[in-house]
């Protein structure tokens, strides 16, 4: 089956440059002119890619790849942005994901544009996750089991790509799911132990978290293998999410008491 590529840009000299950039090249390739549609297009035809401009007229791209980024389903979308603004102006896109791939529209070749469309589609379901500064909560027996819950999170991807084998991905989440609950235990106990006042909603957080993840594991333990990305894929996005916003409000409370 062809890969949809969705094409965002609002002016049509360069949309059609694009478009004809990838024509015969075997990608289905969709059209939207500004940022509502762009986001209308991704929920009704599911593209595998977007190319997309950043100063488009009403909803500006950078919205439109924050609310790809908010949302799992569309999390790991790959985006390539061309603009004609230098990237030093779109830093802040790092931040939301630091492999977002951005071309300056006028240094932009077919040549260019193909490599990183193929590199981009090469990776979308097999980047694993990384271990970065940026998830240290400040507490080394706390990063510890977060490496442990990316480390079983990157074995589940392996498995999916490699080979597949049912048996083992159901295995293996199980063991994310059993290793997660007793994190959770711990992060809770510590919270309550030294009357962490927000407490109660990080508790609802886990728990929310619980129900979703053992709905899915379920899905698949009963043998719908086919759902196995949508919950790798939410995983990496609430994990990512949990870690960096929720648990890390948690930090100088827990250092005050001693951990
Ligand atoms: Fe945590
Ligand atoms: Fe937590």
Redesign the pocket.
Known sequence: MARKILIVEDEKHFHDLYKEMLEGKGYDILSAYDGDEAMEKVEQKKPDLIIMDIKLDLVKGDTVFQYLKGIPEYANLPVIIVSAFSQRDYKSLEDIDPKVVYIEKYKLTEEILLEELEKKLKNKISEVLEWEDKFSVGISMIDEEHKKIIGLLNKAICVKEQNGNPEELREVLREITNYVLTH?KT?ESYMKEFNYPEYKD?KE??RIFSNETTAYKDKVIKGDYQIANEIIEYLKWWLVN??QV??KKYTDCFKRNGL
């Open positions: 959770f992060e990080h957080e886990h949990h870690i929720t648990d």
